[in-house]
């Protein structure tokens, strides 16, 4: 499978999806923003009075173990990346004529270090 993708690189550019009869439009940037704040609220917890996030997948790993109850291995930073699937849609960039039809898919990562006192 050849992987033809290319990034969006003007968030003034227009996206259509069409979802049964509904069609929905967003330009990219705010689209772009939309979907970073919903994966925040998937990789962060709330916590104590809801103003303070936590990263909780990399709290839980970069706080570490213990190997047999002996020795302390600390962990000072993760990574993690994912990649959604692909969404059908359309692209209008800006000062064309015309939609351009493809495919929408996402590329994450993350890197959490560890602030040491």
């Known amino acids: 499978m050849i992987d033809n993708f290319q ?3 003007s968030d003034d550019d227009v ?3 069409e979802e049964g009869k509904f069609k929905h439009t967003f330009i990219v940037g705010i689209f772009k923003e939309l979907y ?3 994966l925040k609220d998937r990789i962060y917890s709330r916590k104590g ?3 303070d996030r936590v990263l909780v997948i990399f709290s839980l790993l970069n706080g570490g173990f213990r190997v047999e109850q002996k020795v302390d291995i600390g962990l000072n930073s993760s990574k993690w990346e994912s990649v959604t699937e692909e969404i059908e849609c359309q692209l209008l960039r800006l000062g064309d004529s015309s939609w351009q039809k493809g495919r929408l898919r996402f590329k994450n990562y993350v890197d959490f270090f ?3 006192q």
């Open 36 to 38: 970073l704040e919903k």
């Open 7 to 9: 990034l969006l690189k």
């Open 49 to 51: 009075n809801n103003r």
């Open 114 to 116: 560890t602030r040491r």
């Open 15 to 17: 996206l259509l999806f």
